[in-house]
């Protein structure tokens, strides 16, 4: 292992340990102030019990992320653009974060409560942030190329890149929000994903990605830390959807984002689940294929302990993962 990596691995160690600490404070204000999650009828009775538990917890991530990350590329921002890019994916997470924080207040203590925003407008809001992220990246960064495995150069794909780069954002964010059903489940997925991209920088020399990537495997360790079953603290809104998106970015920056559906896959299987329940509910007169979805209540209401759930879908995370890795050094 080279000395970026060695380093980055420092690195988030010391984000676990700065997060963790302050976890306990960040905790404890949520329950004073009563953010607490308000479960609805859409998720097993199991999960009745969970209702009061602090949630936004995806500030305890995404805080100490952008102070670490600003902190270690302060010097750098004046540098060429290969210095700058680690801007985007950090505005990129501000935005999505935002708009958790909107989602997550409604749901509490607006109108829908219990339900958050409207989906068209949360939908409207995403499409907008991705459109405006992939401009950046079409433009700014020169970036509109496509890694396949087994070939030593990637492909422009010129415009084309900018519906598609629409597309992932938009659909790996909205796929995260989807896995933050089980204790610990989109943590561990996240986790396991930021470790291959960051992998896939370090083969690139990609320094601040790979930085940024580690910093955030530490930062999401620390959450788990609370997240694990029987969790004290949930991600929410204000982090799965900031989060998706991140990742999406991060993927498009390495040009290895045909690898994503696999490192992403238990937020795939989600995602899919739930348009096949819909579209055949529909289709069928109100007949389901699922006991209910997204797939993980599936399991749940087939017998699976939602430890089991989550485990076993890690399991199908890391594999996953490591055939990426071996597709990424093809």
């Given at each position: 292992?080279?000395?970026?990596?060695?380093?980055s691995?420092?690195?988030?160690?010391?984000?676990f340990?700065?997060?963790?600490?302050?976890?306990?404070?960040?905790?404890?204000l949520?329950?004073?102030?009563?953010?607490?999650?308000?479960?609805?009828g859409?998720?097993?009775?199991?999960?009745?019990?969970?209702?009061g538990t602090?949630?936004?917890?995806?500030?305890m991530i995404?805080?100490?992320?952008?102070v670490i990350?600003a902190l270690?590329?302060?010097v750098?921002l004046v540098?060429?653009?290969?210095?700058?890019?680690?801007l985007l994916?950090?505005g990129?997470?501000?935005a999505?974060?935002?708009?958790?924080?909107?989602?997550?207040w409604?749901?509490?203590?607006?109108?829908?409560?219990?339900?958050?925003?409207?989906?068209?407008?949360?939908?409207?809001?995403?499409?907008?942030?991705?459109?405006?992220?992939?401009?950046?990246?079409?433009?700014?960064?020169?970036v509109?190329?496509?890694?396949?495995?087994g070939f030593?150069?990637?492909i422009?794909i010129g415009?084309?890149?900018?519906p598609?780069?629409?597309?992932?954002?938009?659909?790996?964010?909205?796929?995260?929000?989807?896995t933050?059903?089980?204790?610990?489940?989109?943590?561990?997925?996240l986790?396991t994903?930021?470790?291959?991209?960051?992998?896939?920088?370090?083969l690139?020399?990609?320094?601040?990605?790979?930085?940024?990537c580690?910093?955030?495997?530490?930062?999401?360790?620390?959450?788990?830390?609370?997240?694990?079953?029987p969790a004290e603290?949930?991600?929410?809104d204000?982090?799965s959807l900031p989060?998706?998106?991140v990742?999406?970015v991060?993927?498009?920056?390495?040009?290895?984002?045909?690898?994503?559906?696999l490192?992403?896959?238990?937020?795939?299987?989600?995602?899919?689940?739930v348009?096949?329940?819909?579209?055949?509910?529909?289709?069928?007169?109100?007949?389901r294929i699922?006991?209910?979805?997204?797939?993980?209540?599936?399991?749940?209401?087939?017998?699976?302990?939602?430890t089991q759930?989550?485990?076993?879908?890690?399991?199908?995370?890391i594999?996953?993962?490591?055939?990426s890795?071996?597709?990424?050094?093809?």
């Amino acid at each position: 292992m080279n000395n970026e990596g060695i380093f980055s691995l420092t690195l988030a160690s010391i984000t676990f340990l700065l997060a963790v600490i302050w976890g306990g404070p960040f905790l404890e204000l949520l329950r004073r102030f009563r953010i607490v999650k308000q479960v609805s009828g859409l998720q097993p009775e199991s999960h009745d019990p969970k209702s009061g538990t602090p949630t936004m917890g995806g500030l305890m991530i995404i805080v100490p992320v952008l102070v670490i990350t600003a902190l270690l590329n302060i010097v750098n921002l004046v540098r060429p653009v290969t210095g700058r890019s680690i801007l985007l994916p950090l505005g990129v997470m501000v935005a999505f974060t935002a708009l958790g924080l909107l989602d997550d207040w409604e749901g509490m203590r607006g109108m829908r409560r219990g339900t958050g925003l409207r989906a068209r407008i949360k939908f409207l809001y995403q499409l907008l942030i991705a459109c405006g992220t992939a401009w950046i990246l079409y433009d700014t960064f020169n970036v509109h190329s496509l890694a396949i495995p087994g070939f030593p150069r990637k492909i422009d794909i010129g415009w084309l890149y900018l519906p598609i780069a629409v597309f992932i954002i938009t659909a790996t964010s909205n796929a995260v929000n989807l896995t933050d059903g089980l204790d610990g489940l989109a943590g561990m997925v996240l986790v396991t994903a930021f470790i291959i991209f960051g992998f896939v920088g370090l083969l690139q020399d990609q320094v601040y990605l790979v930085r940024f990537c580690f910093t955030l495997v530490g930062a999401l360790f620390a959450f788990l830390w609370y997240n694990f079953h029987p969790a004290e603290l949930f991600m929410g809104d204000t982090g799965s959807l900031p989060l998706g998106a991140v990742l999406a970015v991060v993927a498009l920056m390495t040009g290895q984002w045909l690898l994503l559906p696999l490192v992403a896959i238990v937020p795939l299987m989600e995602t899919v689940s739930v348009m096949v329940q819909v579209g055949y509910f529909k289709w069928s007169g109100g007949q389901r294929i699922f006991r209910m979805a997204p797939i993980h209540h599936h399991f749940e209401l087939s017998g699976w302990s939602e430890t089991q759930v989550v485990q076993r879908f890690w399991l199908i995370s890391i594999i996953a993962g490591l055939i990426s890795i071996a597709f990424a050094l093809l």
